[in-house]
C-alpha cells in the first residue's frame, strides 16, 4: 500500500497562488490514480481534483475548475496541484489520497491511502 505525504501549504493573501505536493512511497505509483480532497474547519472532506495513472483524465470540483490544475509525474512518484487566484473559502487542509482505480476516488471512504494533511490559509 502506497504512502502520501503532502506538503507546500501555507498562509498567503487572496489572490496568491500556492503549489501543493503529495510524495508516495511503498509502491508503485504509476499504478494509482491520486485525487486531492479538502476539509475546512468543522465541514466535512470535499473532493478537490483527480488525474489517473496516466494522465489521461484529470477532473475538478466546480468551485476550483480554471484556478487549480493537478498534474503528476511518475518518475518522481510526485503528483501536484497548482493553485492559483486563491480565495479565502479555499482555506482548508489539503490531502492527496491514492487508489488503484479511478473511480474510487469519488467513494472516499473507500479509498485506502491517505497523506497526513497540509494546511492552506487564505487571507482576505
Known amino acids: 500500500q502506497v504512502q502520501l505525504v503532502e506538503s507546500g501549504g501555507g498562509l498567503v493573501q487572496a489572490g496568491d497562488s500556492l503549489r501543493l505536493s503529495c510524495a508516495a512511497s511503498g509502491g508503485t505509483f504509476s499504478t494509482y490514480a491520486v485525487g486531492w480532497f479538502r476539509q475546512a474547519a468543522g465541514k466535512e472532506r470535499n473532493f478537490v481534483a483527480a488525474?489517473?495513472?496516466?494522465?489521461?483524465?484529470?477532473d475538478y470540483a466546480d468551485s476550483v475548475k480554471g484556478r487549480f490544475t493537478i498534474s503528476r509525474d511518475n518518475a518522481k512518484n510526485t503528483v501536484f496541484l497548482q493553485m492559483n487566484s486563491l480565495k479565502p473559502e479555499d482555506t482548508a487542509v489539503y490531502y492527496c489520497?491514492?487508489?488503484?482505480?479511478?473511480?474510487?476516488?469519488?467513494?472516499?471512504?473507500?479509498?485506502?491511502?491517505w497523506g497526513q494533511g497540509t494546511q492552506v490559509t487564505v487571507s482576505s
Open positions: 489520497a491514492a487508489a488503484r482505480l479511478y473511480s474510487t476516488l469519488w467513494r472516499p471512504t473507500d479509498v485506502a491511502s
Open positions: 488525474i489517473s495513472r496516466y494522465s489521461g483524465n484529470r
